[in-house]
């Protein structure tokens, strides 16, 4: 089998596309679609910043290819990154098919063979899935089943192993998840407008016992099979939406919690209000030893099964987003997040000619009596004329850099941004971002500036610099030139990267300092 594993891809890449002429002819309705992304770096030296120029071209690059039909899907995935972008290198460094599948369907059943990509409930216990930004794809190889065998009930059952860059780890999952929908049951439900779901999930995790010494006579008793599950409801009506979920992992010890022997837990809740004019968002969670890999011995972000939100603001500003939180899956926590908006309506005195949104945002996190993480920030857009809308924000914010990071200590800051667009007609806008980091702690302060005018349908040229006021003195300029048309999207830059970590939705990558000209083109058919 082992022998076999390298040459499965590309068998399955002959085998989806060798049929498609002739399934073309004998039926109606076989579509070819798909995608390249190729994101380039032509790498140049910089002391000042610490970039090394290792290589002379760098490149991610993945062509993805589906065809759809009827009864069958197939598809798969050439990945290039023979010479990857900086923070890919080492494991990420390789080219090859690495994600091929087959989808068949068949009456309330659907199959899938080869790797794909589950999520049940909130990926409390089970959530793979790809983020490129982040160098994520966690795929299973293996089998999935769902079935569909009632009205509102969906069975899922599937088996395989975990992708780890360009191997797949040794370790066995098993999952099953079923979901009800109630409403679709009982009339009365229906007749009120109320949707109520029930659902829950089991995990198994098979990986082979190994050597792990607590000292040099005391050998660890690792567990074999580690069951993780999770029972979860959602309610919506009206305006109304709550979700509450418990998951619970027996004893998993691994390189994140040191071999402890302690199960893991998280509850999780989430409420919102949302109508014309005014929205609210509460939601909390407390976890605890939720670390859940295929590979018990890995560090970093690979070998993940699952995925704890991470219940704070993802920032797209520049300044709000450069002290990013990662969720602690190793320890526990406790984190919480409220978020309010209301839009003032037209002619009235807050809310003057053309309205304003005014949106807030508080999220806390830590875990016995230590602050991980807060930040408060509120945000208010306006419409100043028919040409001009004028967003300001605020935002106080903790930053644990030691719990986070490994040093540092806590960075509080205080972050002012003003962001204005003005339209000089229907094909150019004109975009403009200032912003101001103020803190004591870490280099001290930061400025942010920001130009974008957008020609449509086809041009946007942007420049940009972020500059350390405060202790290395240093200025990360970019500028680019984006050129779309069809389904063509190529995008030309030149500038300094800081180093620092990429982060989403609570999962974080480390990207080192570079400079130098980026070229970037994707194209989807």
Known sequence: MKRLLPIIPYLLFAVCLLPIPSMAQEQKGVTLSGSIQSDMLLPQSDEKIGAEKTEDFQTNTYIDLQMQSRYVDAGVRLEYLEHPLPGFENDFKGWGVPNFWVKGRLGCAELTLGTFYEQFGSGLILRTYEERSLGIDNSLLGGRLVVKPAKGVTIKALSGCQRRYWNWNKAWINGADVEFNLNEWIPSLQQTGTELMLGGSWVNKYEKDEEIFVDATHRLNLPNYVNAWDVRATLNKGPWSLLVEYAQKTQDPSFDNQYSYDKGTVILFSGSYS????????????????????????????????????????????????????????????????????????????????????????????????????????????????????????????????????????????????????????????????????????????????????????????????????????????GGVTFSTGAHRLQLGYGRTRAGYNCSGGVCRYVPANRGFTLSYNYTF
Request: aromatic share 14%.
């Open 275 to 478: 109508k014309k004019g005014l929205s609210l968002l509460l939601q909390g969670k407390r976890s605890e030893n939720m670390a859940f890999r295929s590979r018990r011995s890995m560090i970093g972000t690979s070998s993940f099964l699952n995925h704890l939100p991470a219940f704070t603001q993802d920032h797209t500003y520049s300044l709000a987003a450069l002290y990013p939180y990662a969720t602690q899956l190793a320890g526990g926590e406790w984190a919480w997040q409220a978020e309010a908006g209301y839009n003032f309506k037209r002619k009235t005195a807050l809310g003057g000619k053309y309205g304003m949104n005014v949106k807030m945002n508080l999220s806390h996190v830590r875990w016995q009596g230590t602050t991980y993480y807060q930040d408060l920030d509120i945000q208010l857009t306006r419409k100043l004329s028919q040409a001009f809308k004028l967003t300001l924000m605020y935002m106080n914010q903790r930053y644990n850099k030691t719990v986070i990071e490994g040093e540092g200590g806590m960075v509080n800051s205080n972050i002012f941004i003003a962001d204005g667009k003005y339209q000089f007609s229907p094909k150019v806008t004109l975009r403009t971002e200032l912003q101001y980091l103020t803190t004591a702690d870490d280099q001290g302060d930061w400025a942010f500036g920001l130009l974008e005018l957008s020609l449509v349908p086809h041009w946007m040229l942007t420049v940009s610099d972020m500059y350390n006021v405060g202790e290395t003195d240093i200025h990360y300029y970019q």
